[in-house]
């Protein structure tokens, strides 16, 4: 079964630092570009960061760069997002999506093979 986990979520102070995860099985994540979108309580799914195939190329939302990291690992069919000096305006799900097609700036072209179940993120004091 085709399937995207993440995982790595959860609360943290403002400042602090969290690792998102995203695993995927039944499929090989080399031949997809990869994107981490969010979704904040009453606002709309936004990109915030992408990852060409090989890795070699990466790309950010203003609202992040320079705090946050998206990174691979092919051998091990995985994708992380490093989110340092987190903030209040961070909080929401975050979920990886597969494309087929590569990154145009922050987000992956459609169509979106594969999106993950979500993991939430806290930012609070």
């Known amino acids: 079964q085709e399937q995207f986990v993440e995982s790595g979520g959860g609360l943290v102070q403002p400042g602090g630092s969290l690792r998102l995860s995203c695993a995927a099985s039944?499929?090989?994540?080399?031949?997809?570009?990869i994107g981490w979108f969010r979704q904040a309580p009453g606002k709309e799914r936004e990109g915030v960061s992408c990852?060409?195939?090989?890795?070699?190329?990466?790309n950010y939302a203003d609202s992040v760069k320079g705090r946050f990291t998206i990174s691979r690992d092919n051998a091990k069919n995985t994708v992380y997002l490093q989110m340092n000096s987190l903030k209040p305006d961070d909080t929401a799900v975050y979920y990886c999506?597969?494309?087929?097609?590569?990154?145009?700036?922050?987000?992956?072209?459609?169509?979106?093979?594969?999106w993950g179940q979500g993991t939430q993120v806290t930012v609070s004091a």
């Open positions: 999506a597969a494309s087929s097609s590569y990154c145009s700036g922050y987000k992956p072209r459609e169509p979106y093979h594969f």
């Open positions: 039944g499929f090989t994540l080399d031949y997809y570009a």
């Open positions: 990852i060409s195939r090989s890795g070699g190329s990466t």
